[in-house]
């Protein structure tokens, strides 16, 4: 269940909070014309799994993924609407158990990304990035594990991204900076993306 494989390609993956489902198709193919070729709607709202069902259905060329993911039930809801991969802010064991896809859990501190690799876990989320030492604390974790392939969430924006991305140990990183709620809320999609391009020109590290 590593998401390693599945997301190879990935160098940014947005998380999003949708809370009109009529902005799930629109917003999807916007990323994916600025270049991002997947993205991780959040379990946050009553209109995430309609949205990931709707993306998955209307737009097969982007990879849709489900983030906060939290209770072992919402792996197979999450599949039955057509989601490639789940995100988690941390993990459990009964989350680890269940899970029955691609999975990128979250860690904060090298025993969990140990515990992690030795369920076969390489792709891990560091969350939250910045409160946790940011750039310097992936730096100090890569030295001991470098098996391990990080996708810092949180904090992690236009300022700080390729810093995040220089690192050899970051496979990806995830944010939602390009993707800000209120210009989601207004469907102004054409701004997004160009906050999107903008985005993406920062993974050419």
Do not use: H
């Not at 310097?136 to 098996?147: D, R």
């Not at 904090?155 to 140990?169: I, K, M, Q």
């Amino acid at each position: 269940m590593d998401a390693t494989q599945l997301l190879s390609d990935v160098r940014l993956l947005p998380v999003v909070v949708i809370d009109d489902v009529n902005s799930a198709v629109p917003l999807a193919r916007v990323l994916l014309a600025a270049g991002i070729g997947a993205v991780e709607i959040t379990l946050r709202s009553d209109a995430a799994l309609a949205a990931i069902e709707r993306v998955a259905s209307e737009v097969p060329d982007i990879l849709v993924g489900a983030g906060s993911v939290r209770r072992v039930e919402q792996f197979q809801q999450i599949k039955n609407v057509g989601a490639s991969f789940a995100v988690s802010p941390g993990s459990t064991d009964a989350l680890l158990t269940a899970a029955n896809m691609p999975y990128v859990a979250g860690v904060a501190t090298p025993s969990e990304s140990l515990k992690l690799l030795e369920a076969g876990y390489r792709l891990q989320k560091f969350f939250p990035a910045e409160v946790n030492g940011g750039v310097a604390a992936l730096k100090a974790f890569a030295a001991p594990i470098p098996e391990v392939l990080f996708c810092p969430t949180g904090g992690v924006n236009a300022n700080n991204a390729r810093s995040y991305l220089n690192l050899s140990g970051v496979a990806c990183i995830g944010g939602s900076w390009f993707v800000p709620s209120e210009l989601l809320a207004q469907q102004d999609f054409a701004a997004i993306k160009t906050l999107a391009q903008q985005a993406v020109e920062l993974t050419n590290v």
